[in-house]
């Protein structure tokens, strides 16, 4: 009886160990931390024990369950931890009862705050994939924007979406589980978006055509993440789930509006509005210029992570449809796991100031007097560099 009972309660602990643990945010991240973690088997053991570093006790907290779209057997968790103390390395166990950590970010800028951006992830092939986590992690980042076309899983048959695209899902899950962490052993919150290739149809569909998406990511289409009184982080949906004017736009137009005193603003989205292939007058570039762009001259949006064309670019600053040193710097464009980058065809337009073929991930790191931008290709080294300094205006 005792073997037969040590038996079932490993059967048990099997069914429910994390097939992967991710961290992201819907409030301050100054304060709270959405912890997630995906298992095989039910969706019973919710709860969560945490506790700042150098603490005895444990807090528990009880988050929800969801089982995964088309797959009843596989379930999504979920708790959000608010209350947290700021700039504090905290230790949590989910239902495997293994110690793992993160480290919320200060109130102010204390501190340089540093994150990667990339996008267009997992095309299939694992190894520059990995490789260039590895190397992104390995500069200690605060946190990850995540650019859209994650899985690419937009063109699969609705029976394929179904199958080989949750278990495209699952792979990416896992492996950022095992290479996203810095060498202080901290999970890399992320904050991503959708690209095209996120979404059955890829274009012109709802939330309903991207279940994986937004199962796993309840900030939805698009969203705002703020922290404290000096960064604004506005993650926008350029076309797939959402239509790039209408509601959003609206929706845009306020949320810079009332965050015109945050000195640093920035805009993530998938499509190009300054492309480094495509054409100049690419249907939803042409929209996201005359609809989203007008409000980043206005508000002063220090830069625009732009994805999609599988190159990698920066333009010159612009504001009004000009070159102009106060203006948004609009950086891009998705090759963090395309194992062919392109060339750019547009390297001798105007706005551009430079344009590859290259794998990269991009690391920004802000201060109160400036913003650095560095991209590091896949041997690590960094092969461009840029400056962006606080205006006055922006102070």
Same mark, same amino acid.
Not at 187 to 197: K, R, T
């Given at each position: 009886?005792?073997?037969?009972?040590?038996?079932?309660?490993?059967?048990?602990?099997?069914?429910?160990?994390?097939?992967?643990?991710?961290?992201?945010?819907?409030?301050?991240?100054?304060?709270?931390?959405?912890?997630?973690?995906?298992?095989?088997?039910?969706?019973?053991?919710?709860?969560?024990?945490?506790?700042?570093?150098?603490?005895?006790?444990?807090?528990?907290?009880?988050?929800?369950?969801?089982?995964?779209?088309?797959?009843?057997?596989?379930?999504?968790?979920?708790?959000?931890?608010?209350?947290?103390?700021?700039?504090?390395?905290?230790?949590?166990?989910?239902?495997?009862?293994?110690?793992?950590?993160?480290?919320?970010?200060?109130?102010?800028?204390?501190?340089?705050?540093?994150?990667?951006?990339?996008?267009?992830?997992?095309?299939?092939?694992?190894?520059?994939?990995?490789?260039?986590?590895?190397?992104?992690?390995?500069?200690?980042?605060?946190?990850?924007?995540?650019?859209?076309?994650?899985?690419?899983?937009?063109?699969?048959?609705?029976?394929?979406?179904?199958?080989?695209?949750?278990?495209?899902?699952?792979?990416?899950?896992?492996?950022?589980?095992?290479?996203?962490?810095? #060498? !202080? $052993?901290?999970?890399?919150?992320?904050?991503?978006?959708? +690209?095209?290739?996120?979404?059955?149809?890829?274009? @012109?569909?709802?939330?309903?055509?991207?279940?994986?998406?937004?199962?796993?990511?309840?900030?939805?289409?698009?969203?705002?993440?703020?922290?404290?009184?000096?960064?604004?982080?506005?993650?926008?949906?350029?076309?797939?789930?959402?239509?790039?004017?209408?509601?959003?736009?609206?929706?845009?137009?306020?949320t810079l509006k009332n965050r015109a005193a945050i000195p640093h603003k920035f805009a993530l989205y998938h499509v190009?509005?300054?492309?480094?292939?495509?054409?100049?007058?690419?249907?939803?570039?042409?929209?996201?210029?005359?609809?989203?762009?007008?409000?980043?001259?206005?508000?002063?949006?220090?830069?625009?992570?732009?994805?999609?064309?599988?190159?990698?670019?920066?333009?010159?600053?612009?504001?009004?449809?000009?070159?102009? #040193? !106060? $203006?948004?710097?609009?950086?891009?464009?998705?090759?963090? +796991?395309?194992?062919?980058?392109?060339?750019?065809? @547009?390297?001798?337009?105007?706005?551009?100031?430079?344009?590859?073929?290259?794998?990269?991930?991009?690391?920004?790191?802000?201060?109160?007097?400036?913003?650095?931008?560095?991209?590091?290709?896949?041997?690590?080294?960094?092969?461009?560099?840029?400056?962006?300094?606080?205006?006055?205006?922006?102070?």
């Open positions: 009886m005792r073997y037969l009972f040590l038996f079932l309660w490993w059967f048990s602990l099997e069914a429910t160990l994390p097939l992967s643990v991710y961290l992201t945010w819907q409030g301050n991240p100054a304060t709270t931390m959405s912890v997630n973690w995906v298992t095989t088997g039910g969706g019973e053991d919710n709860t969560i024990e945490y506790r700042p570093i150098g603490e005895v006790y444990w807090i528990k907290a009880v988050g929800s369950s969801t089982p995964m779209p088309f797959n009843g057997g596989i379930w999504i968790h979920r708790a959000s931890l608010t209350g947290l103390h700021p700039e504090t390395r905290y230790e949590f166990q989910v239902v495997d009862r293994t110690s793992r950590f993160f480290q919320t970010l200060p109130k102010t800028l204390s501190r340089p705050i540093r994150f990667l951006v990339g996008g267009d992830i997992y095309t299939g092939a694992i190894a520059d994939f990995k490789k260039l986590n590895i190397i992104g992690a390995a500069t200690n980042p605060d946190f990850v924007l995540i650019g859209g076309d994650i899985t690419y899983t937009g063109k699969f048959s609705e029976k394929e979406f179904a199958t080989k695209g949750l278990n495209k899902w699952l792979d990416w899950l896992r492996i950022w589980t095992e290479t996203m962490v810095t #060498p !202080q $052993g901290n999970m890399i919150p992320f904050l991503p978006i959708l +690209g095209n290739e996120d979404v059955l149809g890829c274009y @012109n569909g709802d939330p309903s055509k991207s279940p994986y998406f937004y199962a796993l990511f309840p900030n939805g289409g698009y969203y705002v993440i703020d922290c404290g009184d000096y960064l604004s982080i506005v993650c926008l949906d350029s076309g797939h789930t959402h239509a790039v004017d209408g509601e959003q736009k609206t929706w845009l137009a306020d190009p509005a300054w492309p480094s292939r495509r054409k100049f007058n690419y249907s939803l570039s042409v929209a996201i210029r005359e609809h989203w762009v007008p409000y980043f001259d206005t508000y002063q949006v220090a830069a625009g992570f732009e994805h999609h064309d599988h190159c990698y670019k920066r333009t010159k600053c612009l504001k009004n449809g000009q070159i102009d #040193p !106060q $203006g948004t710097v609009y950086m891009g464009d998705g090759t963090w +796991g395309i194992v062919k980058p392109r060339a750019p065809k @547009n390297h001798s337009i105007w706005y551009l100031e430079k344009a590859q073929a290259a794998q990269y991930v991009l690391l920004v790191t802000i201060t109160t007097q400036e913003r650095r931008y560095e991209a590091m290709g896949l041997d690590g080294k960094v092969f461009d560099t840029f400056t962006q300094p606080l205006h006055e205006s922006n102070l």
